[in-house]
């Protein structure tokens, strides 16, 4: 008997009970049995006169009192949280992010100004279309990319973002917006061609997740995400394939003149710059620049938008970077003088190596 009432006590878990009780279900239920008690003990001593049974019942009121009181201020307290949570959601702006074309920068050579670093890289680009679909002006909108997937590992440290101080109410506003696919990652993701394997399973290898963190006109922070899957045609994964050769081999290919571009990097700025110019033409002749087209499809089971208190915007926050202003030549207006926003970006990424773009 005593081992079975052992094993029913380690089931109950008191602090999951406890947790479900209310707090005014609690003061409640403390005031009644402390009631309980001091009558109890009253009775076990017997007092001998009626004046000290008066006088014990007057405490007992001031106790009860007491608890009546802080019930009434917490539950006050409660109401008026819920009144002013009210308040404020009666503004609820709604930025709606869609990703209008998107498309692949081929690979690109650039050099870290910290330390001379030679290195390829590739972006995802995309034209974004926002509007305010709610019913306030959204504040602080914060809008960031980055790459999720069964085959993305890396999770950034950092996210850059996009940001719109005001948006009105049925405001619409486009941008263009890069991922910088730091490890190749995505691109690998896209260049699987196991035919065994479901064409349904291979699209959750690599999603972009489109975010936007933003404010209502009282401050009030939300957070809305929608995950999309990247859809690449054969001839675009035969590319893909190619720019994953070409990344491969570019530190083999060209490892007698990266050591020399490294050594004089130090020494004569200009001297190197000649180098790299040399390495870029030779390189750019067997890897044409282009912007390869891609689909981007939203996933719309994957739409969540929340409240968030002021330590989640803090901690958000910390991981995203605004960048530097871009200069006047690449400025959003630049590029939507251009019929083809694509051709216009690509002409922009590589218009300093003195390249021509077909």
Avoid at 174 to 180: A, K, V, Y
Wanted: aromatic share 10%.
């Amino acid at each position: 008997m005593a081992i079975v009432l052992k094993r029913m006590i380690r089931r109950l878990d008191f602090s999951v009970m406890f947790k479900r009780l209310k707090l005014e279900t609690i003061l409640f239920m403390i005031a009644l049995l402390l009631i309980i008690s001091s009558i109890i003990i009253y009775f076990i001593f017997k007092p001998q006169t009626v004046i000290n049974f008066t006088s014990y019942l007057a405490g007992i009121s001031t106790l009860g009192i007491f608890f009546l009181t802080t019930f009434y201020v917490i539950y006050t307290n409660r109401q008026i949280i819920e009144l002013q949570k009210q308040r404020q959601l009666q503004i609820q702006p709604l930025p709606n992010l869609e990703i209008i074309d998107s498309g692949i920068v081929s690979p690109r050579i650039v050099v870290s100004p910290e330390d001379g670093t030679v290195s390829l890289v590739v972006d995802f680009c995309s034209m974004i279309k926002m509007k305010n679909i709610g019913n306030g002006a959204a504040v602080l909108v914060d809008s960031f990319m980055y790459f999720k997937g069964k085959d993305i590992k890396t999770e950034p440290e950092m996210f850059y973002s996009r940001r719109h101080f005001v948006v009105e109410q049925n405001a619409e506003t486009s941008f263009s917006f890069s991922i910088r696919d730091e490890y190749f990652e995505g691109l690998r993701a896209l260049n699987k061609s196991d035919e065994q394997d479901c064409p349904v399973n291979q699209a959750f290898d690599v999603l972009i997740s489109l975010n936007v963190l933003y404010r209502n006109i009282l401050g009030s922070a939300f957070i809305s995400s929608l995950d999309h899957v990247i859809v690449v045609d054969d001839t675009a994964q035969e590319k893909v394939s190619d720019w994953l050769g070409s990344i491969g081999s570019f530190s083999n290919e060209y490892s007698g003149k990266l050591s020399k571009f490294a050594a004089t990097y130090q020494r004569n700025r200009e001297d190197a710059y000649k180098i790299l110019s040399e390495i870029k033409n030779d390189y750019y002749s067997k890897c044409t620049p282009q912007m390869l087209n891609i689909s981007v499809l939203p996933l719309s089971q994957s739409f969540q938008i929340r409240p968030i208190e002021i330590h989640e915007v803090t901690k958000i926050s910390k991981r995203i970077h605004h960048g530097i202003p871009l200069m006047k030549t690449i400025s959003d207006e630049k590029i939507k003088e251009s019929q083809d926003w694509k051709t216009k970006l690509l002409e922009l990424y590589f218009k300093s190596q003195q390249i021509k773009v077909s």
